[in-house]
């Protein structure tokens, strides 16, 4: 079975050989935090499952990739999106937040407008003909394929073009010109979608965060009045073609959990401790497939080896299954220690792969 059939057979729920696994070190200068690019290497060329085909050299050419097609990961410089959002970010390679906020009064809303989808997806420039390019390249050689909005599509674009305080009182007030707002995201995202059913992917992913550390970032009321029905605009069509939705939030989401698979998800990628592993257990196991993000806060970065395995396999024997709706990301910032990420790669393909429980 290829990496593709057994990632659709997973999140279908139709019994994979394994389960499937990802992860990727963000395209910072990782010198600039005190790691040494050359150990860095040698643990992912360790670690082939996870890093397959590695080449020396290609922490260096990520970074650098991001001055060339990542204007908004840039530090030092201001970006401003399609919607008309500031960015400014500390470090290359990560993500900054909105300094400017283009409707932080509605006396501006007059006049204001999407971008070009010709050539925009509303957070960077976007070639259309690259785009199906890259995913024909990828179909040929029988890799999995997705696309997918911008992270930040429809509750985090309305609160970066208002801010978040804003955006709140504006889902307390009813405000029409919110409502509003919502609708012109929305239309421009249903747009995207159409654009990407036609390139027929695998896969096309939904993604924003909705929750905090311990709490969503608005009320279950106001996720089921202003946001769920956006959801469901986006994606009812790539269901109804056949393509697996996938949906995206981090912090702790749990009430938002009914609307989120009501509207649509065929996979949602959460986290694990935020949201509690026996939590997800309950509410999601069984109902929507599960690609679990691997804790990058607490036990990875302070944990002991010991405690990372414990944790991984914690997540398997919990969250999965023989029929299969599991899979696990880990995306690890500093100052996760060396012999942590080394535990964390080597947890995940052991219990995932090599010993993988129901083979």
Known sequence: MTDRENRIRAWRSTGPDWIPIT???PWLDWTEFGYDEAE???LCMKHPILFPGYSTGAIRRNHEAVFRNYPDLVAGNSYTDGWGCVWKTPHTGMVGGVAVHPLEDWAAFAGYGPPDIEHHDGTRALDWGELAKGIETAKREG???GCGLPHGHTFLRAQDIRGYMNAILDMADEEPRFVALLEMLTVFNEQLIQRF????PDSISIAE???MQNSPMLSAEQFRQFI???YERLTRPVKRAGIIVHEHSDGFILPLLDDIVRTGGDVLNLQDLVNGIDNIGREAKGRIAIDLDIDRQHVTVSG???DIDDHIRECVTKLGSKAGGLSLTYQPWPPTPVA???ATFGAMEKYCVTDYLWR
């Open 228 to 230: 769920a029905p956006c």
């Open 209 to 211: 965060d909705l929750g």
């Open 197 to 200: 059913i036609a390139l027929a």
């Open 340 to 342: 942590n990420l080394d």
């Open 23 to 25: 992860s990727g070190l």
């Open 143 to 145: 890799w999995f394929t």
């Open 40 to 42: 860095l290497e040698a």
């Open 304 to 306: 002991s080896p010991a």
